[in-house]
């Protein structure tokens, strides 16, 4: 008989392992975490600089954590560290590089389509970020250009003349950090950068103080044209320029398109659940990021897994 999970999680980041964690401590075995990528954290490793801070709250939200992981302030490193120690210490199967598809409500279990295979599990969590799919612009991006089209800095190099567009704490990072090597200016569509942290909307305020970044605020973006090579970017209200690189810090989305494979209702962009996290169908959970209007908070996460797992077990027919 083909191996039936009693829980299965997708996506291994803060949320993901909280439910693994706590849902192992309330008892449950045969828990698999699935990432699609080649780690766990992987919007930590891929959109966080070297030694950057990672808090417990998200923008001043104070949150007390109501289960057994005791995550405290640090920084990219010692995050990560923490986590694969909790993950380490407790019997929870981890398989990377495999992207679910899609889940399928069976009579007594669901069955979660990966490319090539597919599992079975008696509950299911959905813990996909929002930063693992960047927000893209609306205007058609020219082909010729698009290698010059970024959404973190990895490509990045020195002595370019790079665009940053954006207004949050990622928006404004990306460009104090560019600056030291490189020729930046960050373009918003507002006057100021009030999404960004107050630590950020100092860091920006001295560069721009200092010239090292050149503001567009209060500005929009109608479109790109490649010129000779380079991006031309087309303002609205000022007139066009043309950048070596043009990076969007803008946020990221809801899959819709996995949840709606997936039977889960949407409603003004986060999937429908109730009061325990638990979407229109039964057994099938969301948790995490997915469920806030924008970057949710670590702590929120942790909540959400130590919540469901005392759902699960306290509801659990077996």
């Not at 192992?24 to 045969?30: I, P, S």
């Not at 590089?97 to 279990?109: G, L, M, T």
């Not at 949050?168 to 200016?185: I, Q, R, T």
């Not at 949710?296 to 130590?306: D, E, M, V």
Request: glycine share 8%.
């Amino acid at each position: 008989m083909e191996k039936i999970y009693e829980l299965a999680i997708v996506g291994a980041g803060p949320a993901g392992i909280a439910t693994a964690v706590e849902s192992y401590l309330q008892g449950m075995r045969d828990i698999v975490l699935l990432e699609k990528d080649t780690n766990h954290n992987s919007t930590i490793r891929k959109y966080y600089k070297e030694n950057k801070r990672v808090d417990l709250e998200w923008k001043g939200q104070k949150v007390e954590l109501n289960g057994r992981i005791h995550f405290i302030d640090g920084t990219k490193e010692t995050t990560l560290d923490f986590f694969d120690e909790i993950l380490q210490e407790h019997l929870v199967e981890l398989q990377t590089q495999v992207e679910v598809q899609s889940i399928e409500k069976k009579e007594k279990y669901f069955e979660v389509h990966m490319a090539g295979k597919s599992i079975l599990a008696k509950y299911v969590v959905v813990t996909i970020g929002r930063m693992g799919k960047p927000n893209k612009p609306s205007y058609k991006i020219p082909p010729s250009i698009r290698k010059k089209i970024n959404y973190t800095t990895d490509k990045c190099s020195q002595d370019e003349k790079i665009l940053v567009v954006g207004g949050g704490d990622s928006a404004v990072e990306y460009a104090v950090d560019l600056s030291e090597k490189n020729d930046v200016a960050i373009c918003y569509r507002r006057e100021s950068f009030r999404r960004a942290n107050p630590t950020n909307q100092q860091n920006i305020a001295d560069a721009i103080a200092q010239q090292d970044v050149r503001p567009i605020l209060g500005i929009n973006i109608n479109g790109l044209e490649d010129d000779n090579g380079r991006v031309k970017v087309l303002f609205s209200e000022v007139e066009a320029q043309s950048f070596d690189r043009v990076i969007y810090a803008i946020g990221g989305t809801t899959p819709s398109t996995f949840l709606a494979s997936s039977g889960i209702e949407e409603r003004d962009g986060k999937p429908v659940h109730n009061e325990n996290y638990e979407t229109n169908i039964k057994g099938l959970f969301v948790a995490g990021d997915i469920t806030q209007e924008s970057g949710g908070s670590i702590a929120l996460g942790l909540n959400h897994g130590y919540d469901i797992a005392c759902y699960i077990k306290g509801n659990d027919e077996d």
